[in-house]
């Protein structure tokens, strides 16, 4: 009824409208209609490609009693991919399950993908088991997909299972999956040993006769960089230029050559005709440096050149205003976007909504968020955590209340922002305005666990209201929540920056053998560090005692505590052992403290040692060792306080 092949998306919506318009779309088939919608997700940059696909869908079921199969939600998932719509995907695929269509290779692998995105690797991977479990077909696409997942939690021993599974099944990898697991290995290598793993892979490559392309390269510059290893980014540069591959402006960045330099580089020297791409990064590069002159010659090259500014381009130029406080310009830019009908994304509304909150102007905030909401743009987590995170960076403690009330009006706050803004809260006030939001997230269902606490303990630390960060850290024990490793240190950390707190500091301590937290090799010498300082003599020889009996070497500990001793009195500096040097700046508060300089530079000392070491690694113990944490007598009952909220 309706020809597809060869017509534009326009003229195919013309002969639709007809066909409703007469009430005649009954006449085609569920086919027909995945023709229809299958040339619409191939061009959703047409302006309303978007609503048109939905509209079609729904007169779909509704109008001609057309039940969609397989293919029409594959085609209809893809769309929403590419609008990342995520909670589009997950409706569709749970319209499948309720209609027993039977999803197939290419359902999961759009399914895996969007997960990918989102940072949930393990649901990816109860994807795939499931996909065994059916029995349904995997291809290189799904292991591609699952590549990605792993890259977006760097989990590189799955990556290798994965690879390894693949090839057991019979599936040879093609370039992009490839490409794929080279960047979850490449990703996470933190030196050129481990890169190599990565070069070994490429060797297997090219013995199945697959060469690597310019995104090959691209991934392993981009790895050299990271390593601050320029000249081996330079020789393997080298080595891309004799095997034919040419640059693009991502290559030119991994060796330092950025912006109008860059772009002029990829004209004149290699004799490539930019993409759109190329020219939004480099104009990205320039406003970053600073440089607008070249970014605005960058963006007149792209115009010469037949290219119009997209989204991204938008994007770029809104950002570099916001960037700038100037929100007067990022607006205009926001409306000739609209007048060259190029619709905003979701990052586009984030940005400017981001960067009205940051001016304290939430009305102007919300009315972008309005707008959004008309797009059928989904005010998404990201947007959500973005404007508590930011409002949380104002002087003004009201700010992020006032922009949380305003989101709770449209939708349901998650945990996660809820967390936040009770961080933020804690900072600030005092325990009833706390226990109004911990309500809010009951209200909303919300488990109030150690995530909750920590948050709440965190925050009231960071405004240095050590009295309530005490009182929620016994509130969190009384609920029967014992705290973490990383929320122990941080309470060990912030007490110990108050003089007057060395008791509590030194009590806290204890707290990592009532609940069977083995210190690692940093808490260890802090406290022993804050003993020997203060004098605590008798507490200092009680810690270096637990230590022994917890199966830690004491008298190691004891050496390197008494050299410290030795350094501050003597006055004389000696040469540290390479392991001791983060000890440094603490070796410069004890000197500043006995020159007696004022408080203040001491704490800021202080704070810096901390900043510098605060860098926790579990502690690993033999068997018999953990035994004895678990058996450990404390020095002291946690205090049990008034409750106050319950999760």
């Known amino acids: 009824m309706i020809e597809t092949e060869g017509r534009d998306a326009e003229d195919i919506w013309k002969d639709y409208k007809t066909l409703f318009n007469t009430n005649n779309l009954n006449k085609l088939d569920v086919t027909e209609f995945n023709r229809v919608l299958g040339v619409f997700v191939k061009n959703l940059t047409i302006p309303g490609a978007y609503g048109k696909m939905l509209s079609i869908f729904q007169d779909m079921r509704d109008m001609a009693k057309v039940k969609p199969d397989e293919s029409t939600y594959n085609i209809m998932m893809s769309m929403y991919l590419k609008k990342k719509d995520f909670k589009g995907i997950n409706l569709c695929f749970g319209d499948m399950q309720k209609q027993n269509i039977l999803p197939n290779t290419i359902t999961y692998n759009i399914m895996i993908k969007a997960i990918s995105k989102l940072d949930k690797s393990d649901t990816a991977m109860a994807l795939y088991s499931e996909m065994v479990e059916r029995k349904i ?12 997942a792993c890259s977006a939690r760097r989990n590189v021993p799955q990556a290798h299972q994965f690879y390894r599974i693949m090839l057991n099944e019979g599936l040879q990898p093609d370039i992009y999956t490839y490409n794929a697991y080279i960047n979850v290995i490449a990703r996470n290598a933190k030196d050129l040993k481990e890169l190599q793993k990565a070069m070994d892979v490429i060797k297997q490559m090219r013995e199945q006769g697959v060469n690597p392309t310019l995104v090959t390269y691209n991934i392993l510059i981009k790895a050299l960089q990271a390593m601050g290893k320029r000249t081996d980014a ?57 440089k607008y002159t070249d970014a605005m010659e960058i963006l007149s090259y792209m115009q010469e050149s037949g290219f119009k500014p997209n989204v991204s381009t938008y994007s770029i130029l809104m950002n570099a205003h916001i960037r700038q406080n100037d929100m007067i310009r990022a607006m205009g830019l926001f409306t000739a976007m609209k007048n060259d009908n190029v619709e905003p994304d979701n990052y586009i509304y984030a940005s400017l909504i981001d960067g009205f909150v940051a001016q304290n102007d939430v009305e102007q905030a919300f009315t972008l968020v309005s707008h959004m909401l008309e797009s059928k743009i989904e005010l998404n987590k990201m947007t959500i955590n973005r404007l508590i995170d930011t409002a949380s960076k104002s002087k003004d403690p009201k700010l992020v209340q006032r922009v949380f009330e305003r989101i709770e009006r449209l939708t349901v706050p998650s945990k996660d922002a809820c967390e936040r803004v009770l961080w933020r809260i804690a900072q600030s006030y005092d325990i009833p305005v706390v226990e109004k939001y911990l309500k809010i997230m009951n209200k909303h269902n919300h488990i109030i666990n150690r995530e909750t606490f920590t948050a709440i303990i965190t925050g009231a630390s960071k405004g240095c209201n050590l009295t309530q960060a005490r009182y929620w850290y016994n509130q969190m024990i009384e609920q029967g929540i014992s705290p973490d490793h990383m929320l122990l240190s941080m309470m060990i ?44 003599w008798r507490d200092e020889i009680k810690i270096l005692g637990q230590l022994k009996e917890l199966g830690y070497d004491a008298d190691s500990y004891k050496a390197r505590i008494t050299e410290k001793k030795q350094q501050s009195n003597d006055g004389t500096e000696s040469k540290m052992d390479p392991d001791e040097e983060y000890y440094e700046e603490y070796g410069e508060y004890l000197k500043t403290r006995s020159a007696n300089t004022s408080i203040i530079r001491v704490k800021e000392r202080m704070q810096k040692w901390v900043r510098d070491i605060a860098k926790i690694s579990s502690q690993k113990m033999d068997d018999n060792a953990k035994s004895r944490v678990e058996q450990w007598t404390p020095y002291r009952k946690p205090q049990l306080p008034i409750m106050g909220t319950k999760g």
Not at 514 to 523: E, L
Request: with cysteine; aromatic share 8%; glycine share 4%.
């Open 137 to 148: 077909r995997r291809n290189e696409k799904t292991f591609t997909m699952l590549f990605c």
């Open 234 to 290: 330079l020789h393997l540069f080298n080595q891309m230029e004799l095997e034919g591959v040419k640059p693009n402006s991502s290559t030119l960045e991994g060796i330092g050559i950025t912006g109008l330099q860059a772009l002029l580089k990829l004209r004149n020297t290699y004799k490539v005709t930019p993409s759109h791409t190329d020219f939004n990064t480099c104009m990205d590069q320039a406003l970053k440096e600073s």
């Open 493 to 536: 950390r912030a007490h110990a920056d108050d003089a007057k707190e060395i008791d509590k500091t030194l009590s806290l301590w204890n707290d990592f053998h009532y609940f069977g937290i083995a210190p690692d090799d940093d808490d260890i010498m802090y406290v022993l560090n804050l003993c020997a300082e203060t004098s605590h």
